[in-house]
């Protein structure tokens, strides 16, 4: 996209194109080929579900360490964006750059903001697989492998909050658990997630498809009257496609049900 066409986006619009999707695809190439992926599922029987995410979570965060260490294209043109359009960046916690920060500056804060973006979409996808566990089990009573095979195929979950405004996002969540606490990170951790601190009440989802093909699914949700303050933009993860046309959050739905089952939550 020529600096011409950038410009004539909307500066949330020019962030997630050309700055965020392209990171977000470069995170998710290395994740595929980490050695210490292949390591953490070659141990991950051996330990607890809460040690398995809490390496999972670290992992992701070393990945994102990893492609800021050293200068490439993409995060060339990541920064040279967000330096355009540094005043629609949402920054988060204590790194906020300065308004004249420098490349270096501007990394160290785009890089925090990828590492806190990564951490809590793993908490949300937790929440939304620990609930879904829980209605697999008591509300459809399945166990062992037909849990499983329904949790595979429950990747709706995801793309329902994957599509959303972020303002409507923290209101659906809300909605969704009944707790009108914000989800952060690192307030929350993977280990507050799997020992019960946000859960998601059975009323709130539905089965759907023939027995041995059942997917869960979240129920109706009535719109939130919010007025939105940006365009809605699609998380990068889900308008991102695998070379089976799948969202690239289907892959890490995929992981996360592979490390329940490593651990031995499956049963």
Not at 5 to 12: A, E, M, N, R, T
Not at 50 to 56: A, C, H, I, R, Y
Not at 142 to 160: K, P
Not at 251 to 263: F, G, I, K, N, P
Request: charged share 25%; net charge negative; proline share 5%.
């Amino acid at each position: 996209m020529s600096s011409r066409q950038l410009s004539d986006l909307h500066p949330k619009v020019a962030l997630y194109l050309e700055a965020y999707t392209p990171l977000v695809e470069e995170w998710f190439s290395a994740l595929r080929v980490s050695g210490a992926l292949t390591e953490l599922r070659r141990a991950a029987p051996g330990r607890d579900l809460v040690d398995n995410l809490q390496s999972l979570d670290q992992l992701f965060r070393d990945l994102v360490d990893a492609m800021f260490a050293h200068p490439t294209p993409v995060l060339e043109h990541a920064l040279a964006v967000v330096a355009a359009h540094r005043g629609a960046v949402v920054w988060e916690d204590q790194m906020v750059p300065r308004a004249d920060a420098g490349t270096a500056e501007l990394a160290a804060s785009l890089r925090h903001k990828f590492k806190r973006n990564i951490s809590l979409a793993l908490l949300e996808a937790l929440i939304c697989l620990e609930s879904a566990l829980a209605y697999g089990r008591e509300g459809l009573g399945l166990t062992g492998a037909a849990l499983e095979q329904t949790l595979r195929g429950s990747t709706s979950m995801l793309a329902s909050l994957s599509v959303l405004h972020d303002q409507h996002e923290v209101a659906r969540m809300r909605q969704l658990t009944g707790d009108p606490t914000e989800i952060q990170h690192p307030r929350f951790t993977v280990a507050d997630i799997v020992r019960g601190a946000f859960r998601i009440g059975p009323e709130k989802f539905r089965a759907v498809g023939p027995e041995g093909q059942r997917k869960i699914r979240f129920g109706s949700v009535a719109p939130q009257d919010i007025e939105l303050s940006s365009p809605t933009m699609k998380c990068p993860a889900h308008r991102l496609t695998n070379d089976e046309g799948q969202p690239l959050n289907n892959e890490l739905w995929a992981l996360l049900v592979d490390v329940y089952r490593l651990s031995g939550r499956l049963a």
